[in-house]
Structures are given as structure tokens and as C-alpha cells.
């Protein structure tokens, strides 16, 4: 008996849409969305609020992995968001986070040995805006970064309707991280409120060494309301990012995504 093996199959880490489509009824307003994709796509459409969701059945079911119905003039919404999400890392995340996606890996799978991976082209320009390189080449580094959230969340209809971008305090808790300066730079742009999150716990132990549970009041947020956006530049096991999230909703926060330049392989 021939194996039948699923349209698709999830990485625990992060995945991307595989393709989408529309089909319709002539004649009427009814049409249908099909994905094919990991269940994180699915909950960025559901949260979108533009159809139903349906269920995949029959011979459909060897190319597609959600199905949902929605009426004609929706569909250019829906559009900018499966466009993203096939270009896009969807995130997998801890229970805080509604959702959280990344432009991409932070290294290139090249070789036996992780330590000389290449960076993708996200991965560098973390890479030459975070770490020791010449003050030109920084700068110019870190405006292309700050261009790509800009226009990843202007894109987004999710995160473009978000009326605050909350910041994610660095291990040493000064309040002045990479991270913490990206939000406040594209915060800016985006013209959207900028929350800072305060870290009362103190300074705590680099993300790289890591993944213990960060307790609950360690992190906290005030005046988020709404749907809120957490802005940060490398997500690793996630830990930090859903311990805000936790902040973000206990200050008042309704739904909260999330946003990073990177997603390493490891974690």
C-alpha cells in the first residue's frame, strides 16, 4: 500500500506557507480561501476576523491544509497576508503570544559544523548593526533593519492596525538593548505609541546561556491597550518574548503579537 504523506509538515520551530489560493462560485459574492501551510498561519487569518473556517475533506485534503469561506472584497486583505506569510517565518510560541513571526533564520544551514554557517541576509544585518563592525557600515545596517519591520508591519494587517509597540528589556535591564532601540526607532516611523517594558526582577542571565522560565512580575507593562505589538531582534526559545506578552496582557494589553528580525536555529 502506497504511503500517503501530508501537504504538509511543521518544523516545531518555525515554518512558512507553503502556497495559497482562491476559488469561487460564478455568479455569486461566495469564495474560498485554500492554504497550505503549519497551524500558525491559520491563527493570523482566524485572528483577522475575514472568513470562516471551513474543513478540508476529500481529495483536497493531499494538497491543502485549511480551507475558509469569505465573501468577494475580502480577499485583498487576506492577499497581503498570505504574501507575507510565504516570504516570512510563522513563529512557533509560548501561550502569552497570539502570534509572532521573523523575516527569516538567522543562519544558513551549510556544512557539518554550526559554528560556520553563513548569515542569511536578515541574520547580517542583525549582525553589522549589533556587533563590531565599522561605524558606516553599522549605521547603514541598521536603517535597512528598521526599513524591513517598517514595512513588514505596514504590510501586515494585524500589526498595522496596532496602535503600540511594546519593547523587550535587554539582560542587563537598562533599558537601552539593541532591541529595546530598534522598537524606539521604528515605533517612529510606524507612528505608534512606544511602551517600554520595565524589568523591576532586575538583571537577568543572557538569553544565549539558556531557557530557563522567566517568573511571572520579573517583566511589567503599563498603559498597553488593545492589540499590542512586542518588537525585538532575535527570538530564540521565546522565553523572554511570551514573558512580556504575559506583561502586556496583565497591564491591559487585549491580543498580543509578536515580531523579531531573526530566529535562530538552535532552541
Not at 72 to 93: A, F, N, P, V
Request: glycine fraction near 8%; charge should be positive; charged fraction near 20%.
Amino acid at each position: 500500500m502506497r504511503m500517503l504523506w501530508p501537504p504538509f509538515i511543521p518544523d516545531s520551530r518555525a515554518n512558512q506557507l507553503k502556497k495559497y489560493a482562491y476559488t469561487s462560485d460564478p455568479g455569486t459574492e461566495n469564495m474560498w480561501l485554500w492554504l497550505c501551510g503549519p497551524q500558525e498561519v491559520a491563527k493570523q487569518v482566524d485572528l483577522l476576523g475575514k472568513c470562516t473556517p471551513l474543513t478540508v475533506t476529500g481529495e483536497s485534503k493531499a494538497q491543502w491544509t485549511h480551507l475558509y469561506h469569505l465573501t468577494r472584497g475580502d480577499e485583498s486583505t487576506l492577499t497581503s497576508l498570505c504574501q507575507i506569510l510565504k516570504s516570512t517565518l510563522c513563529l512557533t510560541t509560548k501561550p502569552n503570544l497570539d502570534f509572532a513571526i521573523a523575516f527569516d533564520w538567522y543562519k544558513l544551514v551549510e556544512g557539518d559544523d554550526p559554528m560556520k554557517w553563513p548569515n542569511t541576509a536578515s541574520g547580517a544585518l542583525v549582525s553589522q548593526s549589533k556587533y563590531n563592525a565599522p561605524r558606516a557600515v553599522k549605521a547603514k545596517a541598521r536603517n535597512e533593519l528598521v526599513d524591513k519591520y517598517v514595512q513588514t508591519i505596514n504590510a501586515h494587517p494585524l500589526y498595522r492596525d496596532c496602535v503600540s509597540i511594546v519593547t523587550v528589556p535587554g539582560h542587563r535591564a537598562d533599558g537601552n538593548s539593541f532591541g529595546e532601540q530598534l522598537a524606539a526607532a521604528v515605533a517612529t516611523r510606524c507612528q505608534k505609541t512606544l511602551v517600554r517594558t520595565a524589568s523591576p526582577g532586575g538583571a537577568r542571565p543572557e538569553a544565549k546561556g539558556g531557557t530557563a522560565e522567566i517568573a511571572d512580575g520579573h517583566f511589567t507593562v503599563s498603559g498597553a491597550r488593545g492589540d499590542v505589538l512586542i518588537l525585538d531582534d532575535v527570538y530564540r526559545s521565546g522565553t523572554t518574548m511570551n514573558s512580556v506578552a504575559g506583561a502586556a496582557k496583565r497591564g491591559g494589553a487585549t491580543r498580543v503579537f509578536g515580531l523579531a528580525a531573526v530566529r535562530t536555529r538552535r532552541n
